[in-house]
């Protein structure tokens, strides 16, 4: 395996050199965002089934009819529902767990239905998607609760999905509750079961970070009113948003596996994933990061050709860390 590294292209911050699509794709959204009225004038339950029904900003995840779903019992009798993807030729050679994204307050793992299939198909490995229990109803920590149930149980056999190589990983709020899992199971459980970490547009320091303080009102997905909603209906009063249990960028990162970062440099979450990278490498862990010019947050569900590269590098990685594994 390659030593840690992390390398940050300064052309990728050059507003010179944005891909021209992605150029189209911040209008469209600016102009969209301008018809829409604001998320957080709405009830959680109608922006969660506009979501569902692709009526929201993202495009409608048509949902994939060989996705199996299993119910895990998890803590204290809790039901974890949970979808399984399989690989086609029916070869598996592992399981990757996938954390989706939403601020902790929207999405389900059903969303990211054509994502997974996509994984599934491109690596071999088959896709395990953890719904876990949302806020406010649910907050800190259910989530990250649910997550770590799941992935104890992969680690441990208890789950319909081959052990042989575990990846783990997540966009978003799920790339922050993947970091979380991996934290709890080397010091909860003892536990260093994954041997790569997937993290697309992560947000690492709920205090904000200052790309998320600096953003402003414009709202390309998330403004950084949107992230501080989600921070409150996540993390109840008596919880610092520095203590490491929340924020991960302040923990101890050591014996963490191999991560590939990823962001656009449009994404107000561009500095967790910038800090983050280099708390990892600082830690003594392998690191790849990958910056895409002009992306905004998750960018890779709009179906650019930017974004359809970055899922296909993101697959790559996964596959290399198969051949390669640490």
Known sequence: MAKPRLEIDPGAFDPEATDPELVKLTEWLREEHRQRPDTWSLPLDKVRKARKEGKGIFPYAPPDRNAETHVHIGAAGREIAMRIFRPTDGATRGSFLHIHGGGWVFGGAEESDPRLRSIADATGLTVVSVDYRLAPEHPFPAAPDDCVDVAVALANGHLPAPRGFLAIGGESAGAHLAVLTLIRLRDDYKLRPFR???????????????????????????????????????VPDEYPLKDPIVSPLYADLSDMPPARFSCGTKDLLVDDTLFMATRWLAA???????????????????GTEAGKRSLTAMEAYLRDRIDFPA
């Open 284 to 302: 003594g862990n392998p690191v790849e990061l990958h910056l895409t010019n002009g992306g905004v947050h998750v960018f890779e569900v709009f």
């Open 196 to 234: 790569a970490a997937l993290l697309v547009a992560g947000c690492y320091d709920l205090s904000l970070t200052p790309s998320v303080r600096a953003a402003g009102q414009e709202r390309l997905v998330l403004n950084a009113d949107d992230v501080k909603e989600f921070v409150l209906r996540f």
